[in-house]
């Protein structure tokens, strides 16, 4: 990243965090809590209690997301004694709002599936997703390690043998639920009872302000509990799963002055500090102008409507009811057709074989987002678009999924299925901020880099507070893999260091 761009990232971040306290309030971002509240109050009740708060533990993890618990299980699994901070009100953080589902290669599902796949390819994919970008170290490990992380989950009480596509793949490696509901929801869900289970602690509330460090090795942290009281907590380790800080947006306004007032779909808790609290201690950052605009969000709620909708054959149109770009292409290729077209916005369209294929469309009901008619004439009243023209259209690409050929768009995915069956259904969409592709610097062993390439002794740090995995963009269903990968990864590491720092 150019040092301008770092230098005003980190200003901006300093006066933020000084006359904020790291929180950005907006009307969305409020409506993104009580939705994060919401999903979590079923473990609101099972939180740590602050008198159970020691002095010293062997690992602190910075925040409960799917990369810290992740962390936190299999540090625990090492004979670790774990902490979890979480500074928000409850857990979960972004992970919570995943939707699509969890890519991964040459899984024992792909293969109960007849699905031929491989990591090469899935490396190839994705590197071409991120448009040569990616760090190869990073990504080499990171798909040769994708089907462990869903044997994993499975051998925890958390099975993803649901399978289908998100844009820029070629095959089936989307990993959902067997219900073909919304991942994050159900992956939280089973990573917080195996935290619960083992008895790990997970404080919320609790707001880690700085990361410290001894005659150059990390030592502690210094938390912020319920707002009020500062404690010092000592740790042999330190273990960052902060996120990234796609609800700043003081901070994309300073550094991608193009992105200012989208929406986003981040909860509000992802603000950056993590990475500010790493660069403090000498780390590096990558990629850090590299935000993703996902190109399906409802914009009243900033609510992704997840890849899954259209992997499973929706189609998108524009206000005349016209077809205007390949679906299954990469998001930032999409999010660019919808920005050139006059009213920056589209409809998503779709059946009812595609509604009982994603559970998730069952939310977007409930939250009023989804029009409905009985023919493609009457949905097309319902959206204020021409009938004829969206029948047309309709007509046109259920003649293309029939003879395996889009000759307007050249879509080869998410075409399994027609889009026959009535009723059918329409959600309009527009792009909003969702993913920062940069963050701090890591080796495969998840240890925190300096300028030099050297590691910080006793920092590693997961999930999307880290930069270089995903290059320019990332493909969806990418990020939830990443979590758990590379969280299993900073949970091992850090409990190797510990043990051999207890050693000496």
Not at 284 to 301: A, G, L, R, S, Y
Not at 478 to 490: E, H, K, L, P
Request: aromatic share 6%.
């Amino acid at each position: 990243m150019k040092k301008k761009l770092l230098t005003t990232l980190v200003s901006v971040m300093t006066v933020m965090f000084v006359t904020a306290g790291c929180s950005v309030k907006t009307a969305k971002q409020n409506q993104n809590t009580k939705e994060t509240e919401a999903v979590s109050t079923a473990s609101q009740n099972s939180y740590t209690s602050i008198d159970k708060l020691k002095e010293k533990y062997d690992i602190i993890i910075i925040g409960a997301g799917g990369a810290g618990m992740t962390a936190a299980l299999e540090a625990k699994a090492k004979g670790m004694n774990p902490v979890i901070f979480e500074k928000m009100p409850v857990a979960g953080g972004n992970t919570v709002k995943a939707s699509s589902g969890m890519n991964a290669s040459e899984t024992k599902f792909e293969k109960e599936q007849g699905i031929k796949d491989s990591n090469d390819l899935f490396y190839k994919e994705t590197l071409e997703g991120g448009k040569g970008t990616n760090d190869k170290n990073l990504l080499r490990y990171f798909v040769d390690n994708s089907a462990s992380a869903i044997d994993w989950l499975d051998s925890i009480g958390i099975k993803l043998n649901n399978l289908t596509i998100t844009g820029g793949m070629s095959v089936k490696r989307t990993h959902r639920p067997e219900d073909g509901s919304a991942v994050g929801q159900y992956l939280f869900n089973g990573l917080i009872k195996n935290v619960q289970e083992k008895d790990i602690p997970l404080f919320v509330n609790a707001d880690v302000k700085e990361i410290t460090q001894k005659d150059g090795k990390i030592n502690g942290v210094k938390v912020l509990i319920n707002q009020k009281d500062e404690k010092t907590i000592q740790a042999d380790a330190v273990v960052v799963a902060t996120g990234g800080y796609g609800a700043n947006q003081d901070i994309i306004a300073k550094v991608r002055p193009d992105l200012k007032g989208l929406v986003t779909t981040n909860q509000p808790g992802t603000t950056g500090d993590g990475i500010l609290m790493i660069q403090k201690l000498g780390g590096t950052t990558v990629d850090m102008d590299q935000i993703q605009v996902h190109p399906t969000v409802q914009q009243e709620n900033s609510y992704l409507i997840g890849e899954a909708v259209r992997g499973e054959g929706a189609v998108l149109v524009t206000s005349k009811g016209k077809r205007f770009v390949n679906e299954m292409t990469t998001r930032d290729a999409v999010t660019d057709a919808i920005n050139k077209l006059p009213e920056k916005s589209a409809y998503l369209v779709f059946d009812s074989g595609v509604k009982s294929r994603v559970k998730a469309i069952e939310q977007y009901q409930k939250m009023g987002f989804v029009l409905e008619g009985d023919s493609f004439e009457a949905l097309a009243k319902k959206m204020n678009v021409p009938a004829d023209q969206l029948k047309t259209t309709m007509d046109t690409w259920n003649s293309a999924v029939k003879n395996k050929k889009d000759a307007e768009f050249g879509r080869t995915t998410g075409m399994d299925k027609d889009l026959s069956g009535a009723p059918f259904y329409a959600i309009k969409i527009a792009p909003g901020i969702h993913y920062s592709m940069g963050g701090v610097k890591i080796n495969a062993n998840t240890e925190v880099l300096t300028e030099k390439g050297a590691p910080i002794p006793g920092l590693f740090a997961a999930g999307e507070v880290t930069g270089g995995l995903h290059g320019n963009n990332r493909i969806g269903g990418n990020s939830v893999v990443d979590i758990v990968i590379f969280g299993r990864q900073a949970g091992t590491k850090s409990a190797e260091y510990v043990k051999a720092h207890k050693a000496q």
